[in-house]
């Protein structure tokens, strides 16, 4: 800031200086009113009709007897002294003055004013060229790698939840750095590079800081796609510059985030290998085991696509260690819940662990974003504290869309989406693999008009073949619904055809879950040019076993239809009552299903706050459910 402040005055005060430069030099012409020549004003003279007259070497100024101003030059150099004797004789009144030279400063000012620009103007330029300037043209082969020191980083190992296992293996480098002499009285030596690896969200960037934090050692941070330009050279020039600044504070922690933009498998895809990216890759190798050595550096990596990384960049003595930061658990989400949480004030109703049960598959991304949706949710209703309904929303309006209560729809495609829902719940409900449906709503959120939300009970890694075969029942049970008691079909179900289709073809094609062709994978080669191993794409399988796998699928999505149909034929006084409930109430939760599947007559729903409840003469909007939502 100060910087920039002196670099403003200082051109202020040029430009105030070339201004008033200009201004003395042509101040005389312009408070001149008019030029007379010198004929001319010798005549006035002696016809009388000058008043006064004032000699300044070769200028004249005068004044006629009616009291104007002029000008005139005289051809001699201190002044015509016959011109002089013709005004007194004429009875002028005559005075002299000398003339006005400038300062011997604003001489050599003057004279030297545009040689002094054009050096400002090099030298202004050399300096961003070099460097000087954020990005110059000579400071391509620097490193952008900002470093960072203890006051600029408080995140720490206890602002880290859900990844225990994590956090040990990156500890260690911590306590190495703190004291390595436990370790290498062993024979052990600190490992030269550890790469994190997990899904988008889980906190593989916040653990990096963290290990900054704990470490105070110098920490130097980076993108992989700082390293990349369109100069072929540039990029392996600034990991050149950036391990040279490592060395000289090692020991110390480089962190280099989203490294598959630099890091991704030489000769993939089109065109040779001597490109930007496989020149900067190839330097990093280097680097980070070559003839010199880097002591003291450890390189930490982090990525989502370890599947495109070179294979020389993942052996050992390069990335010594591969940090899997996974998906949190049930246990790990309520951990996470509870540190975001520390930043917001609770109502005491809130409990973490409920909130941690309904989010299966969140990051630690997605649960952050679930509680500043709850402190948005309670700033907007003038809370002082942020409670459990708070939260709800949040999570309703994160999984299932925002609600869209301005849309205005027929009343007959409300009556379509109220069965529709109402057929998904309804097969869900008995189907006891399925996982508990959560919540259904007939009100538009997102892209969605109408949603069956179902949640599992517990956190899933893996699915047998009844429970796919069940869930693509539940995924048809919506246009059953409609053709059984509207007798109708709409476009509404496309999304379940697809859901129901995908899994049916993935249980055929990749799980070996059907009897008919056994436990094989019947697919081809659908890697992408650039991010696989080859150029091309191969057919594996023939067209008469094709034909056995589309034969397959259909007998899938056949033999469960006829599944959900039945169930919703032996329950329509169910599913007539559950659309009956949606289209007055709008949404039903697990508990109101519950009694209704029971006979048992359901609980209205809880009040709505007032600044959230629709006109009473606009109708709510839905219309046909997106694919039920599964956990992962």
């Known amino acids: 800031m100060l910087n920039n402040l002196v670099k403003n005055v200082a051109i202020w005060l040029v430009i105030a200086l070339v201004l008033m430069t200009v201004f003395n030099q042509f101040s005389s012409h312009q408070a001149a009113q008019s030029v007379i020549p010198y004929s001319q004003f010798m005549d006035e003279v002696k016809a009388g009709h000058v008043k006064s007259a004032s000699v300044e070497g070769r200028t004249v100024r005068w004044q006629s007897n009616e009291g104007r101003k002029f000008v005139t030059y005289s051809p001699g150099t201190l002044g015509d002294l016959w011109m002089v004797s013709d005004l007194l004789k004429a009875g002028v009144k005559v005075d002299a003055k000398p003339e006005e030279e400038p300062s011997f400063l604003m001489n050599i000012f003057i004279s030297w004013f545009p040689m002094l620009l054009l050096i400002g103007v090099w030298f202004f330029f050399m300096r961003q060229m070099q460097g000087g300037g954020r990005g110059g043209a000579f400071s391509f082969g620097k490193s952008r790698a900002r470093m960072m020191d203890d006051s600029n980083n408080n995140v720490t190992f206890a602002d880290v939840a859900g990844c225990e296992e994590a956090k040990e293996e990156v500890g260690e480098l911590v306590e190495f750095l703190r004291d390595p002499a436990k370790f290498q009285k062993l024979g052990g030596r600190i490992p030269r590079g550890v790469l994190m690896v997990g899904n988008p969200g889980t906190g593989k960037t916040l653990l990096a800081r963290a290990i900054a934090g704990e470490a105070k050692v110098p920490f130097f941070s980076i993108s992989g796609s700082d390293f990349v330009e369109m ?11 950036m391990f040279e600044q490592a060395k000289k504070h090692a020991p110390c922690i480089v962190f280099i985030d989203e490294i598959d933009a630099v890091g991704r498998q030489r000769g993939a895809g089109l065109g040779g290998g001597n490109d ?25 990596a982090a990525t989502n696509r370890p599947d495109v990384l070179d294979p020389a960049l993942m052996r050992p003595g390069r990335f010594d260690r591969q940090v899997v930061v996974p998906l949190p658990d049930i246990r790990g989400r309520e951990q996470i819940l509870l540190v975001h949480m520390r930043k917001v004030p609770v109502a005491p109703d809130v409990k973490a662990d409920i909130l941690a049960r309904g989010t299966p598959g969140s990051s630690g991304a997605d649960l952050a974003n679930l509680v500043n949706e709850a402190a948005l949710f309670a700033a907007r209703r003038n809370k002082r504290l942020v409670d459990m309904d708070d939260f709800e929303q949040a999570k309703d309006k994160i999984y299932m869309g925002a609600e869209r209560r301005s849309m205005v729809m027929p009343e007959d495609e409300r009556i379509t989406t109220a069965y529709h829902e109402a057929g998904h719940a309804v097969v869900a409900y008995q189907l006891p693999k399925a996982d508990p449906v959560h919540k259904v709503t007939i009100i538009p959120r997102g892209r969605a008009l109408g949603v069956t939300w179902m949640l599992p009970e517990e956190d899933r890694y893996g699915k047998d073949r009844e429970r796919l075969f069940q869930d693509i029942s539940v995924s048809l049970g919506g246009r059953i619904a409609e053709e059984v008691f509207l007798g109708q079909m709409t476009t509404g179900a496309s999304s379940d055809f697809q859901n129901a289709t995908t899994l049916a073809r993935r249980m055929v094609t990749e799980w070996g879950m059907s009897d008919a062709l056994g436990p094989m994978v019947y697919g081809e080669n659908e890697g992408e040019v650039f991010l696989g191993r080859s150029v091309t794409t191969h057919k594996n399988v023939s067209e008469a076993t094709m034909q056995k796998v589309d034969a397959e699928i259909r007998r899938i999505i056949d033999q469960q239809y006829a599944v959900a149909r039945k169930l919703i034929e032996d329950s329509r006084a169910k599913v007539e009552r559950i659309s009956k409930a949606l289209l007055e109430w709008e949404t039903l939760d697990a508990e109101q299903l519950r009694d209704i599947m029971e006979d048992r007559e359901p609980r209205p729903p809880k009040p709505v706050a007032a600044k959230n409840v629709p006109p009473k003469d606009l109708p709510p909007s839905a219309t046909i459910t997106a694919a039920p939502a599964q956990g992962t």
């Open 231 to 241: 100069f072929v050279g540039v990029g392996a020039a600034r990991v050149r510059d």
């Open 276 to 300: 930007e990216r496989e020149q900067t890759l190839n330097q990093l190798l280097v680097e980070m085991d070559g003839f010199e050595g880097t002591a003291g550096v450890i390189v930490i």
